[in-house]
């Protein structure tokens, strides 16, 4: 068995390229989550015809943004700007490119292969989008509600609501006139009990002026069991979700904490 040989041609086999009047398009053996072929183009330097400089087909950035992905972000967009940065390539913004830059035909062989690469790695950033999310989610909650409260009340991430419930860690926590929240990035079956916990703990020592919130990134958490949803709605478990009405959400917070007359 020639193993080598064997690959190389499975690879090969699954490669094509012809001629378009950019330059190339060239069919790669990779597929994306829809089971298309992933595609790529070497496009012809206007300056120079011998040199040629890779780029995907425009799709990628759009794909990533199905799955939830902003550059907006601190978390995503430090990733993909390393990824970038670790291969040699970069981002047009105005075309919604990403590419190397121009290429002899000797350079060629070598960064086709790094491109490629950094196409399956850029792949990864969906799964971090889905499963990383519980970083990335609770980065995105954090910011949401200090924007929510800006000028308005005191936020803290990583806190707990008060000194009697010093064990019980919420990812952000806002001081209100009213009502101290205790928000949670319902993310995990964990932290959506978590929540729910700490409700039960206040009921059992008789504490009031902490308001118990999950949020979630879409009104339907797969990640989260039908019921423990279903627990926390029979509780006085504040819900809320950031994948609808997220003005709502913003209210909703505001009023449960005692901040009155904002609407915007």
Partial sequence: MNLLKDVCGTFCDGLAMREVPMGFAIRTPFRNPDGDA?????????????????EDDGATMAELQEEG????????????HRLLSEYGCHYDESEILIHTDYLSEEQMPAYFLKFMALMVRLGDLRM??????????????????????QGMAVVERDASPMATLSDYVADVVVRGPDAT????????????????VLWQ???????TGVIPMVVFENAKPATIK?????????SNVS????????????QKMRQQAGIRGVYQ
């Fill in 128 to 149: 971090m989008s889905r499963t990383v999310v519980r970083d990335t989610f609770k980065v995105d909650l954090q910011e949401f509600v200090e924007a929510t409260f």
């Fill in 201 to 207: 703990e206040m009921e059992r020592q008789g504490l």
């Fill in 69 to 80: 992905f902003s550059l907006d972000n601190e978390v995503r967009g430090a990733e993909f």
């Fill in 239 to 250: 819900l809320g979700s950031l994948g609808g009405a997220q003005w709502d959400v913003s």
């Fill in 38 to 54: 992933v595609a790529l183009y070497a496009r012809r330097d206007p300056d120079f015809s011998s040199r040629y400089r890779f």
């Fill in 181 to 196: 929240l205790a928000i949670y990035a319902g993310t995990t079956e964990v932290k959506a009990l978590e929540a729910f």
């Fill in 226 to 234: 039908t019921r423990t949803v279903a627990r926390l709605m029979n």
